[in-house]
């Protein structure tokens, strides 16, 4: 931990860059896994099929993903792109089925009033299903963003690694001192990125609780007046 104190310039810098690796492919994957689940959704086939190749690119070791990248698209074995293509394929696997699950949460009868009221596919899936699908997306959103904090740590391996660089140099010099230091900044590094897209879902979810409050309010009218 002193060291880490002694030291907080390197970490500062290590800590911005782990979680510009950590939350880029977050996103990435989750703007890729919606679309995708949206347009698999009817299609049970090809939904099958897709659910099924995520599993198959989930169980790739994350290292090898590393190594492989780099020749298969040309780019250097130190680029920072490859672990962002990797954590990426790897968001993208574990968000897809998510996805699926929460746009099926959406009830049948919203989308058919929906669609009652002259809301296209596209409409609608922005505006209706997207927004009810939220309190069963989220909580997958969180597992994939806190599994990229500690995968991005494997990537020091090969030299890209932010935080878990000081893993590989503090084993290399015997120092246990900044292995903790990188093990409680990338603890805090989890925590924070839960806690903010823990508040983004509350912040997207006021529907939910203020139906829970009318539901509330109905049955304590109810009780009263029995």
Known sequence: MRWGIQNIDIVAGLFAQHALLAILPTVIGLLLAVPLAAVLRGRRAARTIAVVIAGIVFTIPSLA?????PAVIGTA???PANV???LSLYSLA????????????????VREAAE???????????TVDLALAVPVLLPGLRVVAVTNVSMVSVGAVIGVGGLGNLFTTGYQRSYPDQIIAGLIAILVLALVVDRVLALIGWALTRWARAGDQSAAAARGAKAART
Request: glycine share 6%.
């Open 94 to 109: 574990l968000l897809l089925r998510t996805a699926l699950d929460a746009l099926d949460a959406v009830p049948r009868d």
């Open 84 to 86: 962002v293509i990797a």
């Open 77 to 79: 074995i130190l680029n």
């Open 65 to 69: 993903l590393f190594v492989v990248i």
């Open 116 to 126: 009652a009221m002259g809301y296209g596919p596209l409409r609608r899936t922005l």
